[in-house]
């Protein structure tokens, strides 16, 4: 839990955290135009800005009486939930899904529905980590959010479609919070180190410290905070044992600073540079190489370095099509799915998807004859080598077409042996162009010996 220590804590509002709390907690936003990123639930007139700032007793009906925020670590959810409290001045309760259980829930609303009853502040209940409630800890919510005995926030890092209780979820309003940005982050961490609650200018970030920093944090806000603030700690404690030129000045904290800190070497990867480049190639020549413990390393100095793993994931989906091709038609599978489960479950697991479709990428047989094929007939397209189509393959069905021949004499595949109807196909002046031309490795050897067979019958 962030400010309290007990198992659910009580306040008007929320308190301002303490001079010795956590940097991540006295950088807490004090208003939602603090807020980093999350602009597409803060728009005017949104459930959520409702929620946060109700104008009156009407705009507070209208308002969403549960909400639940799903997104990665650090990307505000905690933050939301304590100025849905702070900034209305309502009575803020957190509760722990890890600690609390049904007892608890059920105190805090009882205690809520009195307070009501006695005229007294409304209660915003949080649960951070809703996911880890049980059906019964869910399912004793219900009453004080179809009551509105509550205002319930809860937070989870997980998908609540499978997570959490389909009655709650249809009582709630679900808002997505999206990661950070790498800006976002950045205008945090120069925040932090200039405004009076943080660091009030006591250090100055070297450019490539503030890099690396961003880097590691990976679009969680919360970390980032931790970090400057372990390296700011250093930097200070050093300047206390030396004589400084000028005691006023700002301690420098660079990159070696940053790493000694948090004991995480710098990975020299500039994602906007020549490092970017290098190491994206040899990643993608190494899986075509079929080099996997090249693949890996290559794979883990951009994981290190804060490298998107979208941007990872989409290079695996093409080095599956361009690389593996129907050699193993079932590695544009895995690359497609390890996509997607990067978009659904975010870093650090996602790691692990990278990590098995790099290794079925690289031990995988090799073929690009789908692509050196396509690229033949778009050559040929691009040249001007189109022809006619054959005019028992044109469109017969609307009215007219058949006194011009259209389809006339066309054979119908499926009733021919094996399937296949021997016509002709290509235009004219492209009969007997040869564009795929499949190898024996994998799957592809089945390939070729069908389609030997195939184009014996076409060609009879």
Do not use: C
């Amino acid at each position: 839990m962030d400010l309290f220590d007990a198992v659910g804590s009580t306040t008007a509002g929320v308190p301002a955290p303490s001079a010795g709390a956590p940097l991540a907690v006295r950088m807490r936003p004090r208003s939602l135009e603090e807020v980093a990123g999350q602009s597409h639930l803060l728009v005017p007139g949104s459930p959520l800005r409702r929620l946060v700032e109700p104008a009156g007793e009407s705009e507070r009906r209208a308002a969403p009486s549960s909400v639940v925020l799903w997104g990665p670590p650090g990307t505000g959810k905690t933050t939301l939930a304590y100025l849905v409290a702070s900034t209305s001045g309502r009575r803020f309760v957190e509760l722990s899904a890890v600690t609390a259980g049904v007892k608890d829930v059920r105190q805090v609303v009882d205690d809520a529905r009195r307070r009501l009853a006695a005229g007294g502040d409304e209660t915003v209940l949080f649960i951070d980590e809703v996911h880890r409630f049980t059906k019964a800890q869910q399912d004793a919510l219900l009453p004080s959010v179809e009551n509105r005995w509550v205002t319930l926030v809860a937070a989870t890092t997980e998908n609540p479609s499978f997570s959490v209780n389909s009655p709650l979820l249809s009582r709630s309003l679900l808002l997505t919070l999206q990661p950070l940005g790498v800006d976002d982050v950045r205008a945090l961490v120069r925040r932090a180190v200039a405004d009076e609650r943080g660091l009030a200018g006591s250090v100055a970030l070297a450019e490539d410290a503030e890099e690396h920093l961003l880097r590691l944090a990976g679009g969680d806000a919360r970390k980032a905070l931790t970090i400057l603030e372990a390296a700011a700690g250093a930097a200070l404690s050093d300047a206390e044992r030396t004589v400084a030129a000028d005691p006023d000045a700002p301690v420098p904290v660079d990159l070696a600073t940053v790493e000694r800190a948090i004991d995480v070497a710098a990975v020299r990867y500039d994602r906007d540079g020549d490092q970017h480049y290098d190491v994206i190639s040899a990643f993608i020549k190494s899986m075509r190489g079929s080099d996997v413990d090249a693949s890996l390393h290559y794979l883990a100095r951009m994981i290190a370095a804060g490298e998107d793993p979208r941007f990872i994931a989409r290079r695996i989906v093409i080095a599956a099509a361009e690389d593996v091709g129907m050699a193993d038609p079932s590695a544009l599978q895995t690359a497609v799915a390890a996509a997607q489960a990067v978009q659904l479950i975010g870093m650090p697991e996602a790691r692990i998807v990278l990590a098995e479709a790099v290794v079925h990428l690289a031990t995988a047989p090799k073929s690009n004859a789908a692509y050196v094929g396509v690229d033949r007939a778009l050559a040929d397209v691009r040249a001007g080598r189109l022809g006619s189509v054959p005019t028992h393959l044109r469109d017969a069905h609307y009215p007219g077409a058949q006194q011009h021949g259209h389809g006339k004499g066309y054979v119908y595949a499926h009733d021919e042996p094996h399937g296949v109807a021997a016509q002709q196909y290509l235009p004219d002046e492209l009969v007997g162009s040869r564009y795929y031309e499949p190898t024996d490795r994998g799957y592809e050897r089945q390939v070729a010996d069908r389609l030997e067979r195939i184009r014996q019958i076409l060609e009879t």
